[in-house]
């Protein structure tokens, strides 16, 4: 319930609207891939539905109505149970890079440099972007450059397997 849980987080400082989640969503967890409107709503329904959330007004002003939804006490004990719990390390390797590699066995050589070329010019990018960005940005940038700082040391790692490997 990821979503979920990060919706009770943002409404934890006041009642808010989808229309706001969804934004505030977007700019705090910059990076991460945007939310859907209609996945706000239908998350905001079972939040609603499961006790954690409820309507606390409905707003119009000079537009289309707004339903405020705000926090319920059930809604901060699941919160700060979900803050609380150590993400476990994941258990098996989940990566179409590593499948590729995988499947593909010796003829990998050509497809990891191409990977290595894209990894590092994603890298820059996202070096580039911390120069200007707002501190979630920043994080976010910090998050995915150590996430492809440690796929280009297996790219790495795989390239000098496979050339032992081909007695090369």
Known sequence: ML???????LLVER????????KEH??????????????????????ER????????????????RTMYAITDSGRVELARWLNTVEPPAPYVASSLFARVAVAGK??????????????????????AKASGAPAQVL???YALQHLDADLRW??????????????
Do not use: C, W
């Open 3 to 9: 979503t979920g849980h990060v919706l009770l987080g």
């Open 15 to 22: 009642p808010k609207h989808g229309y706001e989640l969804k």
């Open 26 to 47: 977007d700019h705090r967890l910059a990076g991460a891939k945007p939310l859907a409107y209609g996945q706000v709503y239908a998350t905001l329904q079972r939040l």
């Open 50 to 65: 499961d006790g954690f959330a409820e309507v606390a007004e409905t707003q119009q002003e000079g537009g289309p109505e």
């Open 107 to 128: 003829g990998t050589d050509g497809y990891l440099v191409r990977q290595r070329e894209a990894h590092l010019a994603r890298m820059r990018e996202l070096t580039a």
């Open 140 to 142: 976010a940038a910090d």
């Open 155 to 168: 790219i790495e790692t795989a390239l000098s397997r496979l050339k032992e490997e081909n007695g090369a």
